[in-house]
Structures are given as structure tokens and as C-alpha cells.
């Protein structure tokens, strides 16, 4: 296959393939007008490549759009599984709506900045003047009933497949599990229903690479969020393993997950 990326790291594992930098892509239109797959672009030449010059795009067009907006996102998963997400609103900055959250969640709560990732743009909310806070820097309140967990599952889907699946610990008296902010990596028994509901949503909205924020609570698996570019820290062999597996959804050749006969992950009723 003729294969371009636009981001060098992100396809390690994979042979063969030429990098481009995003900002030089108009000086190589040819070329990627006759490549079979666009890896890894930035957002920014997501409509130039798939209206412009009908490129096709790995990950997905879903993968970017639905993960580059928490409120997309969140409406999807309200769209198709509403009931593994943890209660949230969805509000304008007025006075009417701080009073509809406060009135929802009470004190503490979860807001978030509707574009980011690895936990930035993540507050808990303990009082009126922090919520006024938050909104003086948002044009969205974005809030969200606070799980009382300690812990969330970090799982990694690439293709439909699971690369990898592994718990992340809040550190003490925090509130985020994310290894930038300071929550750490525990291996552990991965209820399968979090799988099962992560597969699902990269099924059913056409995600093909991404790492799923799934907290548990009362047996019950809760989407948090997912991010179409994840960190890499948790998975072994990670470019090889995320290599192989972007191979084989370029190529659709159904080849077996696993093919060196490393042991599956272990998964808890």
C-alpha cells in the first residue's frame, strides 16, 4: 500500500510508510491524491483531504470529529447509550443555568472544558464562587454528576480490536485518574462489560482508534470520555502492537488479533 502520515510517532510500527508535515501538504498534492490511506493528519486538514481531494483518512473522520468536541461527544453517547453515562448537563453560562446545575448536582461536581485532554480543563466544583470562576474563562458549562470512584479504565480500541485495558488510580485526595496528573498505572481483572461497552461505542459511532474513559460504579460501567489520541504509557509494545493492528484495518485482511500468541487480557464477570 501507499501509505502517508502526518504524524511520524504515531505510526512507528508500521513499514514502509512516508511522512509529510501537515504544514507542507499543499506542497504535495500529487502525492496524496495517490496514496491509498492518509495517516494521522491534523484537525485542521480534516476537510481539505476528505472534500477536497476525497482522500480516505485513518482514524476514521468519527474518531476526529466526535473527539475533538466533549459536547459532540457527549450528545452521541447520549444518543445511544444514555444510560452509561453519568448524569450531565449541558448548559449556556447565565445565571438560570449556574442555578440548573447547582440544583442538579449540589456540591462537589465535575466541569470540563469542552476541548482538551489528559485531564486539563477538568475542576471539581465545591462552591458558587468556583463555579463563577469557571465560567468566566468558558462559554459552555459542561457539568457532571462526581462518581464517587477512586479509580477509572483506561481501554484502548484500535480497528474494533482491544490493544490493551488497564485501571488508573486517582492519586490521594485528587480527582483525576490521568497519568499527566498524577495517577498511576494498576494492572487488575477488567470487567468485561467496560470492554463490552467500549466496543460497542467504537462499533456503533465508527471509532477506530481511541482510548475509552470507563469508570465503575455499583457494578455499572460509566463512559467518561474518549480520546482519539491516547498516551501509550499502559500498553506493552506499544508501537508494534498499535502498528500491526492499524495494518490490518487498512488492509480489512480479518487476520487474528494476537497473532504472536500473546496471552488475552484477563476480564472479570
Known amino acids: 500500500m ?31 491524491r495517490q496514496a491509498d490511506w492518509l495517516l494521522f493528519p491534523e484537525y485542521w486538514q480534516l476537510n481539505s483531504l476528505l472534500y477536497g481531494l476525497g482522500a480516505r483518512i485513518f482514524p476514521s473522520p468519527a474518531s476526529y470529529y466526535l473527539g475533538h468536541d466533549k459536547v459532540e461527544q457527549t450528545r452521541a453517547f447520549l444518543a445511544l447509550c444514555p444510560e452509561h453515562l453519568p448524569a450531565t448537563e449541558i448548559l449556556g453560562t447565565s445565571p438560570t443555568s449556574l442555578d440548573k446545575a447547582e440544583a442538579r448536582f449540589g456540591y462537589p461536581f465535575i466541569a470540563k472544558r469542552i476541548k482538551s485532554s489528559m485531564g486539563q480543563g477538568v475542576s471539581l466544583i465545591e462552591s458558587r464562587p468556583a463555579l463563577l470562576a469557571h465560567v468566566a474563562e468558558e462559554s459552555v458549562l459542561y457539568a ?83 480520546n482519539r489520541l491516547f498516551g501509550n504509557q499502559g500498553i506493552r509494545d506499544s508501537s508494534k502492537r498499535i502498528g500491526r493492528a492499524i495494518q490490518r484495518v487498512l488492509s480489512a485482511s480479518g487476520a487474528d488479533r494476537d497473532p504472536d500468541g500473546e496471552p488475552p487480557l484477563r476480564l472479570s464477570a
Open 2 to 32: 501507499n501509505l502517508i502520515t502526518f504524524d511520524v510517532f504515531r505510526t512507528l510500527g508500521i513499514p514502509g510508510v512516508r511522512y509529510i508535515k501537515p504544514d507542507h501538504m499543499f506542497d504535495h498534492l500529487e502525492e496524496i
Open 144 to 226: 457532571q454528576q462526581r462518581l464517587p470512584i477512586d479509580r477509572d479504565l483506561r481501554i484502548v480500541i484500535v480497528g474494533g480490536e482491544m490493544i490493551a485495558a488497564y485501571w488508573r488510580v486517582t492519586p490521594l485526595g485528587g480527582y483525576r485518574a490521568n497519568v499527566s496528573q498524577g495517577g498511576h498505572i494498576q494492572e487488575g481483572e477488567i470487567p468485561a462489560s467496560a470492554v463490552a461497552l467500549a466496543q460497542r461505542l467504537a462499533r456503533e459511532l465508527g471509532i477506530d482508534h481511541a482510548g475509552f474513559d470507563i469508570a465503575m460504579h455499583d457494578g455499572q460501567p460509566y463512559i467518561l470520555e474518549f
